[in-house]
């Protein structure tokens, strides 16, 4: 029995851990909802509409219509100020996850106030969407989806929902379908190293060693690289999606605690790599110092 074997392998499991906890984070209500990929805030989602609406812009019907929905709620408009995606029929927030997308409202209020501190605000889930192999988010379906469900007569056309998002959005699906394969592959592959741990902790040799070197290696390197592109999908969707949904009272929040947990087995893969480069060299060591004697 080798101890020092047994570090790498519990790093490796902790790295098998992590990555299916990336993999199924999200795959159903309520199940580590915080750990998204990166989450649509549309509970200002028509603030333009208000805005153009209060300042006497009436000759427009998009905002003709806005006026009938705030008032139909309420004669004040201020009173709109909190929760206008409720009022529209469409939910606070559509967070994206590798499975599926969850959606729901923020509680106690979308809105910080002065006694409400922004620290108190928590995701509500309502409902998550099938979970699908290869899933790609879609914003623009499941704002459709929402407002076909709600009841409420008004299209994602008269919210002036930008088609840039949805281009955008279109051009990195392939990142977010990669993803998921590279997860699974990822997963499989330390799953691998992780059995091929037991042979080097029983017995002393170089090769076991050496064989785990050449697993622990593709794994860190499939794990890698979904890291890689992951952050680039969330990078490059959070940024599009402020880019051109700002205007209308929509923004994208990226998941800062998936990208920790991704890149935190990533790095417990590559210490799992140096840990059986050591063994190796150990190994080779102590087999010298064995055999020397009897050479001399
Ligand atoms: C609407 O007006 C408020 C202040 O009147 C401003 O803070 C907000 O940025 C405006 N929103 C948009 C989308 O123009
Ligand atoms: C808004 O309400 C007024 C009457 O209150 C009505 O004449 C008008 O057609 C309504 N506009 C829309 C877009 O529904
Ligand atoms: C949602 O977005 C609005 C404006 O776009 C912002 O004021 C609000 O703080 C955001 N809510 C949360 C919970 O992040
Ligand atoms: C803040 O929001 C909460 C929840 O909507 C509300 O009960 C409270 O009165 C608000 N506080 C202020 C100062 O507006
Ligand atoms: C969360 O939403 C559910 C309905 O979807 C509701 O019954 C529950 O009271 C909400 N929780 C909070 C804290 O508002
Ligand atoms: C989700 O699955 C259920 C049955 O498993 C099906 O009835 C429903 O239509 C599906 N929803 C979507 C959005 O595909
Ligand atoms: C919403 O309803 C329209 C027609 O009312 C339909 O064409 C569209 O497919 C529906 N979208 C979703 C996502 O259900």
């Known amino acids: ?62 905002s003709n219509l806005f006026h009938n929905i705030t008032n139909s709620i309420s004669n004040k408009i201020n009173d709109a100020a909190g929760d206008l995606a ?5 939910d606070d927030f559509y967070s994206a996850h590798i499975l599926d997308y969850c959606y729901g409202d923020y509680v106690p209020t979308p809105l910080a106030n002065a006694t ?26 499941a704002l459709q989806r929402s407002l ?22 279109d051009a990195i699906k392939i990142l977010q379908e990669t993803v998921f394969v590279l997860y699974c592959i990822s997963i499989g592959l330390i799953f691998l190293a992780l059995i091929a741990a037991f042979p080097a902790l029983i017995a002393a040799g170089r090769m076991a060693a050496c ?13 890698g690289l979904a890291s890689a592109i992951v952050t680039a999908f969330i990078v ?8 051109y949904g700002n205007e209308i009272g929509v923004e994208a929040h990226r998941g800062g ?20 480069c050591f063994e190796t060299c150990i190994g080779h060591r102590r087999k010298e110092r064995y055999v020397a004697p009897k050479r001399g």
Request: aromatic share 8%; net charge negative; glycine share 4%.
């Open 86 to 90: 409720e009022k529209l029929g469409v």
């Open 116 to 141: 409400v501190s922004s620290s108190d605000i928590h995701k509500n889930v309502t409902r998550c969407s099938n979970r699908t192999a290869m899933f790609h988010f879609d914003p623009t379906e």
């Open 257 to 276: 605690r998936f990208l920790a947990i991704t890149w935190a087995a990533t790095a417990l893969m590559f210490i799992t790599l140096l840990l059986w």
């Open 1 to 62: 029995m080798r101890l020092s074997a047994l570090i790498p392998a519990l790093c490796c499991t902790a790295a098998l851990v992590l990555s299916f906890l990336c993999l199924f984070a999200g795959n159903k209500e309520n199940f580590m909802e915080d750990y998204h990929l990166l989450t649509l805030n549309t509970s200002r989602i028509g603030e333009n509409l208000l805005n153009s609406s209060t300042s006497g812009n009436s000759d427009n019907t998009i």
């Open 211 to 223: 064989l785990n070197v050449m697993v622990a290696s593709v794994a860190f390197i499939a794990i």
């Open 236 to 243: 490059k969707g959070s940024h599009l999606i402020n880019k």
């Open 148 to 169: 076909n469900q709600s009841g409420v007569d008004i299209t994602l056309d008269d919210l002036q929902w930008p088609k840039d998002i949805q281009n955008g959005i």
